[in-house]
Each structure stands twice: as structure tokens, then as C-alpha cells.
């Protein structure tokens, strides 16, 4: 069953194998001396040969050192886990086992957290077109927090409220008109996107009117902001923060209420290569607790209960991508492609953002001469790049196995099936155990939703809301 090649099966070599920058990589993965790469205690060849590839391996221990970094960091407050980024059964099990909540932004999300019974008070349901079915869903599971996010969704929410027969507990999507991008922040006065209310046109005070008159079926709890997503200073959460404490107070004067809670989002960001220095989350923990602490206390306010939402920062490092080479092309000159068996459809980052990886060469430690290539998929699609401008060994080979680290967050959470190619698999491992917990796609999943019927006889696929779960 071994797919090794020739290449991969080399005896145990004396060529230094280079260390892996640690900020890339999982919490437990180490090299062996014959420059075989292990995760979770276990090694990538035999991970391979079990699972085949392309897929997706996940150090559980390192996604839990993460969760329990960010409850630590605000053990008065809520972490919700930003569910986005990667959701399985076996990741919502593990944010409740660590005590943290879970966010999430569709019903099929919901249907996630639901399948586990994930404590409903413990549950954060955001999201700029929420339909009336999944805000009744929301609500007879009774999820903890529904963030409103436009004028309509506010009526929408109180007669869904008031039909069943609960005051629900809310906060408000505020457009703080700071927005970050990868390395900066740019402030806004106008805030030109789809989210939330805006704050400086005065659509969050009037929103918060509405709300607060519609106090039989909704309670307002706080305000929610989110500013973006792969941030690596706190300056963009320190002036949102500055200006979320000033609409409370802006509120407290207004209605004369204090609202108790301070949604400040997620966005934190991670090193994808060995140039980019993420914030560790005490930094960032402190930094907004300092903050909001002093803005409250200029405003003369009570330091309101603060939540946050990382998604990234806590799944996206914990995971590797392992794929296999197939072909190698070289081009004289210009550039050398090294194909693998998967691409944008297991991460579509690349072609959507231009964001940058590290690759490595993860089942021998290859020749000592590094070449600049660009690692590219299978698809028909020029596109279709894995990873652009990585350093793998001169002698790379159809049978290596290649890694690529950070993968966790927004790989198999946004992955397609371009190509009829079916979606890799996602393994946990942990203390040299694996355990598949999405397993790999196969043809016969594609083929079961293709519905071929000749005689045109009606398709017996499953009626409206009887899909789901
Ligand atoms: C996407 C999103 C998050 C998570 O963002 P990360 O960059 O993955 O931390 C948190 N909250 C909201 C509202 C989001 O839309």
C-alpha cells in the first residue's frame, strides 16, 4: 500500500537537515533524523501511506494549548471560538471541553454545534443576512447572543422572538470605521461594507433606539465589532476599542443604560511564513483589557464584560497540509513548477488573497542546494498556485511528500470541489494517535448529489428542510 518511490526510500542520510521555524508550524511537530517530518508524535510517510493525500493533519494538543492561551487571557470574559474558520463535531467538542463559546454565522454552522448539544448560552450567532428560518432556528435552540446587523433584521428578530416566546438576548453589529488590513489599519469615516451600523452616521445610536423599544422580546445586552482578520498590531483594536467604549457612554447618556457587554471581534493574525511576527494572545489580552479599562474610566463607566472571537489565531497554525509530487517542470531560466495532487480546491487562499506559505520537503531531507519554485495544484486552472516563491531542495521528486504549514483556518472550511476533485480529509493526531474526523470525499459523495434522471420522472432528492443534518 506504500506509495514511496524511489526518492523517498533513501537509507538514513548525514545531510543536515534544516530546523523548522518554529512560528509556522504545529505546537508538536519536530523532524526525525532521517528528515522525516512527525506531528503529533507521528511521521508524515506513515500518515501518508494511512490516509493518503492530499490532507489535512491537526494537532489537537496545540489547538487546546490555544483555546486554554485565549480563556486564560480573558478569564472574566468570553472567548468564542470563531466556528468560520475550520467547524467539525470533533472541534466543537473541544472548545466546549475547554470552557470556551463558539460563534457562528449560518444555520449549517448551528447544525454543527447542535449535533453535540454545544450549551446554547454559549453560542454567538452573527451574520449580515441571517434568514428568518435560521433566526428561528437560533432562537428555539436558544443560542446564547444574536448579533443584529441591520435595521430589518431587528423587526425580524423580535416577531421570531415574540412568536416563541423569549426575550432574546442581542448585541449590535457596530461599524467602528476602522478597518484592518494584513499589516495596517486605515480609518474610515465612511464606512463602505455590508457589515453592521454604521457609528459615525449615527445608524448604531438609532439602532440601539430600536432595540431598546423593543424591549419585550429583545434585551440588549452590548455592542459587537469586528475589524478584520490577519492583524498583527493592537493599534486597530486599541482606536475601535477607543470608540466602542465612547458609543456606551454615548448610550448611557441617550437611554440612560449601561450596556454589560463588549464584543471586540477576532482578526488576530498568524504567521503563514517565517517573516511575519503574530502577537502573542497575553500581548493581546493585556493590551485590550488596558485599553478598554482606561477608556471606561475617562468615561466614567463601568469596565463592561469583554468577548472575543479568534478564529485564525486559534485553528490556522495547529494544521499542515501534506501533499504528494507528482511532476516537476523545469523551465531554464524562468521558473521551476512543482505539481501536487491537490491546489485551490483545498486552499483557495492563494489564488483569492496572493497570500504567501512556506513549503517543505517533509519525507527525506533532500539535497542541500535549495531552488526558488512555485508550488502549483492540479486543477485547469494557471491560477491554481499552492504557494508561490518557496525554497525546496534542487532535488525535489515526483514521490516526496511536500508540507505546507498554517493551514487550520479558511483551507477546508472554504475548500471546493473544482474539477470534481473531492475535498481531503482532516485528521486529528495527537500523542502519536490519528483519528479521521472529516473524512476524505469521495466520488461516490460527488455522484450522490448529481441527480440523473433521462425521463425526466421528477428528482427524488430531499424536500425543502428536510436536508440538514
Ligand atoms: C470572521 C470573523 C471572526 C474570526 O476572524 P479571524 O480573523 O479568523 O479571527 C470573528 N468574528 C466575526 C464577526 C467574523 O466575521
Given amino acids: 500500500m506504500s506509495q514511496a518511490s524511489g526518492a523517498s526510500a533513501t537509507t538514513p542520510v548525514a545531510v543536515p537537515v534544516a530546523p523548522l521555524e518554529e512560528q509556522v508550524w504545529p505546537a508538536t511537530a519536530a523532524l526525525d533524523s532521517d528528515g522525516v517530518l512527525r506531528v503529533g508524535g507521528l511521521r508524515v510517510d506513515e500518515l501518508a501511506d494511512e490516509f493518503g493525500t492530499p490532507a489535512f493533519f491537526l494537532d489537537e494538543d496545540d489547538f487546546r494549548a490555544r ?23 470533533a472541534v466543537a467538542r473541544w472548545v466546549a471541553d475547554e470552557g470556551l463559546s463558539l460563534d457562528v454565522c449560518t444555520g449549517g454552522e448551528l447544525a454543527v454545534a447542535a449535533s453535540v448539544d454545544f450549551p446554547p448560552a454559549r453560542l454567538l450567532f452573527h451574520g449580515n443576512n441571517k434568514s428568518v428560518e435560521e433566526l428561528r432556528r437560533a432562537v428555539a435552540y436558544g443560542v446564547g447572543r444574536i448579533v443584529l446587523d441591520s435595521f430589518a433584521e431587528i423587526e425580524r428578530l423580535a416577531t421570531v422572538a415574540r412568536a416563541a416566546g423569549v426575550r432574546q438576548r442581542v448585541l449590535i453589529r457596530v461599524t467602528p470605521g476602522v478597518e484592518a488590513h494584513t499589516h495596517e489599519y486605515i480609518a474610515t469615516g465612511q464606512e463602505d461594507q455590508k457589515f453592521g451600523f454604521s ?96 477608556e471606561c474610566a ?80 492540479k486543477h485547469c486552472e494557471s491560477g491554481d498556485v499552492v504557494a508561490h516563491d ?19 483556518a479558511y483551507h477546508r472550511s472554504m475548500a471546493s470541489n473544482y474539477n ?50
Fill in 67 to 89: 483555546a486554554q492561551a485565549w480563556r486564560a487571557g480573558f478569564p472574566d470574559g468570553d472567548v468564542y471560538y470563531a466556528g468560520k474558520a475550520f467547524l467539525c463535531r
Fill in 199 to 294: 457609528l459615525a452616521s449615527g445608524a448604531a445610536l438609532d439602532a440601539i433606539g430600536r432595540v431598546l423599544a423593543a424591549t419585550d422580546a429583545l434585551e440588549l445586552v452590548g455592542l459587537h465589532a469586528h475589524i478584520g482578520s490577519q492583524i498583527f498590531d493592537t493599534a486597530g483594536f486599541g482606536l475601535a476599542a477607543h470608540r466602542m467604549v465612547g458609543l456606551l457612554a454615548t448610550v448611557r447618556d441617550a437611554h440612560g443604560v449601561e450596556l454589560p457587554e463588549l464584543d471586540l471581534g477576532g482578526g488576530l493574525g498568524i504567521a503563514y511564513t517565517g517573516e511575519d511576527a503574530p502577537l502573542p494572545v497575553a500581548d493581546v489580552a493585556d493590551r485590550l483589557h488596558t485599553i478598554v479599562g482606561k
Fill in 298 to 377: 475617562s468615561a466614567g463607566l463601568a469596565v463592561p464584560r469583554l468577548a472575543v472571537e479568534p478564529g485564525r489565531a486559534m485553528v490556522g497554525p495547529t494544521t499542515i497540509t501534506l501533499y504528494r509530487v507528482g511532476t516537476v517542470k523545469e523551465l531554464p531560466g524562468l521558473r521551476t513548477y512543482v505539481s501536487v495532487d491537490g491546489g485551490m480546491s483545498d486552499n483557495i487562499r492563494t489564488a483569492l488573497y496572493d497570500a504567501r506559505y512556506t513549503a517543505r520537503l517533509v519525507s527525506r531531507p533532500g539535497a542541500a542546494e535549495h531552488h526558488v519554485v512555485t508550488l502549483v495544484g
Fill in 390 to 408: 518557496v525554497s525546496l531542495p534542487a532535488d525535489v521528486a515526483p514521490g516526496d511528500l511536500v508540507a505546507v504549514p498554517a493551514t487550520g
Fill in 420 to 469: 470534481h476533485v473531492g475535498r481531503p480529509p482532516v485528521v486529528a493526531v495527537r500523542a502519536g494517535a490519528a483519528r479521521v474526523v472529516v473524512r476524505r470525499e469521495t466520488e461516490d459523495d460527488l455522484l450522490r448529489l448529481d441527480v440523473d434522471d433521462p425521463a425526466g420522472a421528477g428528482a427524488a432528492g430531499p424536500k425543502p428542510g428536510e436536508a440538514g443534518r
